[in-house]
T-cell receptor, first 112, second 112 residues
């Protein structure tokens, strides 16, 4: 029972590089989310999706893009990485009628 | 956006002591969730609350949905070393497509 799987688990980028974080869920959930976690800041919502083909901005969307081409996948892209994007990124998913969100293991990203 | 105030930010307690933490919101919430995050892991759901006044237990954990719908608390009884971690409250202030909002977390340390 995989649940929510994030790839990769760790990554180091140079400023200006781009990358994509992949989130996959096997629970047939409609909702998917990307959060970032920084010390003392808790979990802040970057973008979310309420279904295949839809995306919406969260609290801190700047510098990130997302795509939900398939229901089970939610991609988070950084077009030009900045040191301020050094963080731990969590993906989560939830069913449409059930508000409980299930989280992945996280991706630790360092931008130097 | 909606904000959750979670307190305390951190706690140091002796093994065997009881613990209490709470969350308050500026708006009425219709869902409260409590998560625990172990080091290097994603948050894991502990308790979900859906009705004002609801009191729910999960082993040594007890959480309540405040009757004003603007607060919730989590109690841990007879703490043990594995209770160490960060506890997050999360809530949804509206039904439908509104994503969860998270508090900034309470970091719990248990001294044996």
């Amino acid at each position: 029972n995989a649940g929510v799987t994030q790839t990769p688990k760790f990554r180091v980028l140079k400023t200006g590089q781009s990358m994509t974080l992949l989130c996959a869920q096997d629970m047939n959930h409609e909702y998917m989310y990307w959060y970032r976690q920084d010390p003392g800041m808790g979990l802040r919502l970057i973008h979310y999706s309420v279904g295949e083909g839809t995306t919406a901005k969260g609290e801190v969307p700047d510098g990130y893009n997302v795509s939900r081409l398939k229901k089970q996948n939610f991609l988070l892209g950084l077009e030009s990485a900045a040191p301020s994007q050094t963080s731990v990124y969590f993906c989560a998913s939830s069913a449409q009628t059930n508000t409980e969100a299930f989280f992945g293991q996280g991706t630790r990203l360092t931008v130097v | 956006g909606q904000q959750l105030n979670q307190s305390p930010q951190s706690m140091f307690i002796q093994e065997g002591e009881d613990v209490s933490m709470n969350c308050t919101s500026s708006s009425i919430f219709n869902t409260w969730l409590w998560y625990k995050q172990d080091p290097g892991e994603g948050p894991v759901l502990l308790i979900a609350l859906y009705k004002a006044g609801e009191l729910t237990s999960n082993g040594r954990l007890t959480a309540q949905f405040g009757i004003t719908r603007k607060d919730s608390f989590l109690n841990i009884s007879a703490s043990i070393p594995s209770d160490v971690g960060i506890y997050f409250c999360a809530g949804r202030w509206n039904s439908g497509n509104t994503p969860l909002v998270f508090g900034k977390g309470t970091r719990l340390s248990v001294i044996a």
